[in-house]
């Protein structure tokens, strides 16, 4: 049987079959589901990336103690005009 006569096959039967193609979706992407969540994972780390000089650097700094903590700068700005402090959250 050629793909395309299969094609024509399939496509047929679900037209004729909606409801039962529609569970034959939906049994297919459960299992998919089901069987993701049996296969094990591996968590990566920062040491997982680290390549070349600039690793070798990383991992120098991490061994020193020296590794800065992560922080995160914003700047806030007005449209026009002067800031109006009163409007910003934290």
């Known amino acids: 049987m050629s793909r395309t006569s299969l094609t ?6 679900s037209a004729t ?11 297919l992407v ?5 069987l993701m969540g049996t296969v094990p994972t591996q968590q990566t780390t920062d040491a997982d990336f ?3 000089e600039s690793g070798a650097a990383a991992a120098m700094l991490d061994d020193a103690g020296l590794a800065p903590t992560p922080a995160e700068s914003v700047l806030v700005t007005a449209r026009s005009g002067a800031l109006d402090l009163s409007l910003i959250h934290i």
């Open 50 to 52: 680290r390549v070349g």
């Open 30 to 34: 459960t299992t998919a589901v089901v």
């Open 17 to 27: 079959h909606p409801w039962r193609a529609i569970g034959l979706w939906a049994a």
């Open 8 to 13: 024509v096959g399939v496509a047929r039967w």
